[in-house]
T-cell receptor
Framework: AQSVTQPDIHITVSEGASLELRCNYS??????LFWYVQSPGQGLQLLLK??????LVQGIKGFEAEFKRSQSSFNLRKPSVHWSDAAEYFC??????????????FGTGTRLQVTL | KAGVTQTPRYLIKTRGQQVTLSCSPI?????VSWYQQTPGQGLQFLFE???????NKGNFPGRFSGRQFSNSRSEMNVSTLELGDSALYLC????????????FGEGSWLTVV
């Protein structure tokens, strides 16, 4: 069965500091990986996705993530955090086949707090 | 291009009632998926519809059902509501083929009292 682990429930960083959010996945085939962000009371906004090709993917708002197959990881990074980045971040995995691409399994989320 | 639209945004129902939530996907998208988000269980996949057919299903009881219309709009229905059905219900839209980006709506907040 597929699963996603986000080991950090809550992270606090200072504005301007770098950020890394961890994500480990378990999937029986080639995964299709996503990071989404959710502000309080809102839906999910896509930050970036990895489907194939270059293992370092760039997303919106200055975020990037690196797919490491050997470590089953897809960690999210940002070199300098802004106060507006405070939100909850979700890692998700789906299949690369058409029939499974839309069935996502999510991690439990990491809540990011940014101090000024 | 309009995003994924969900209605209603907020609703309160009584135990035992039923509820219908609606989702209009992005124009041209044929796949609509539904997710339930609760503090205890997190984000869980309910089901996916593609071209009016249920293509995938999660592990939810039969009280949860859905359908998709020829214009790709989708509805989900929950019958005999329980207190534990209180959640944010999120709809996701994509073209429905391999490698497509999946976009989410703002969700429908359901409170069961």
């Amino acid at each position: 069965a597929q699963s996603v682990t986000q080991p950090d429930i809550h992270i606090t960083v200072s504005e301007g500091a770098s950020l890394e959010l961890r994500c480990n996945y378990s999937y029986g085939a080639t995964p299709y990986l996503f990071w989404y962000v959710q502000s309080p009371g809102q839906g999910l906004q896509l930050l970036l996705k990895y489907f194939s090709g270059d293992t370092l993917v760039q997303g919106i708002k200055g975020f990037e993530a690196e797919f490491k197959r050997s470590q089953s990881s897809f960690n999210l990074r940002k070199p300098s955090v802004h106060w507006s980045d405070a939100a909850e971040y979700f890692c998700a995995v789906g299949g690369i086949n058409t029939g499974t691409a839309s069935k996502l399994t999510f991690g439990t989320g990491t809540r990011l707090q940014v101090t000024l | 291009k309009a995003g994924v639209t969900q209605t209603p945004r907020y609703l309160i129902k009584t135990r035992g009632q039923q509820v219908t939530l609606s989702c209009s996907p992005i124009s041209g998208h044929r796949s609509v998926s539904w997710y339930q988000q609760t503090p205890g269980q997190g984000l869980q996949f309910l089901f996916e519809y593609f071209s009016e057919t249920q293509r995938n299903k999660g592990n939810f009881p039969g009280r949860f059902s859905g359908r998709q219309f020829s214009n790709s709009r989708s509805e989900m229905n929950v019958s005999t509501l329980e207190l534990g059905d209180s959640a944010l219900y999120l709809c996701a839209s994509s073209p429905g083929t391999s490698g497509n980006t999946i976009y989410f709506g703002e969700g429908s907040w359901l409170t069961v009292v």
